[in-house]
Nanobody, 121 residues
Framework: VQLVESGGGLVQPGGSLRLSCAASADTFSTYYMNWIRQAPGKGPEWISTIHPSGGGSRYASSVKGRFTISRDNAKNTLYLQMNDLKPEDTALYYC???????????????WGQGTQVTVSA
């Protein structure tokens, strides 16, 4: 499956963005999906996973309460609503196909190309 992220940009602290991830495969509805981010000079960080049905989700403590993952299986699209953004949220954000709840950092071939989010005044 090919994954293409969009929706990144420059936003002020406290602002919001919604990222999208379009999947090419009609089997999208069978996949667990993750959002992962990587800040400059740092390793990748798992931030969220959603069940294939959209009926459950999990978050890293660093984003819980501020970010919301969702999906529209009819549109083969994954979303990440990001509110109350902080400078430390600045990173390249990737969507990725996962094999289950514990597959926090799937193999790199399962990721999209990423979309940049910059939080700065």
């Amino acid at each position: 499956v090919q994954l293409v992220e969009s929706g990144g940009g420059l936003v002020q602290p406290g602002g919001s963005l919604r990222l999208s991830c379009a999947a090419s495969a009609d089997t999208f509805s069978t996949y667990y999906m993750n959002w992962i981010r990587q800040a400059p000079g740092k390793g990748p960080e798992w931030i969220s996973t959603i069940h294939p049905s959209g009926g459950g989700s999990r978050y890293a403590s660093s984003v819980k309460g501020r970010f919301t993952i969702s999906r529209d299986n009819a549109k083969n699209t994954l979303y990440l609503q990001m509110n109350d953004l902080k400078p430390e949220d600045t990173a390249l954000y990737y969507c990725a196909r996962a094999s289950g709840w514990a597959d926090y950092l799937p193999q790199r071939a399962s990721w999209g190309q990423g979309t940049q989010v910059t939080v700065s005044a």
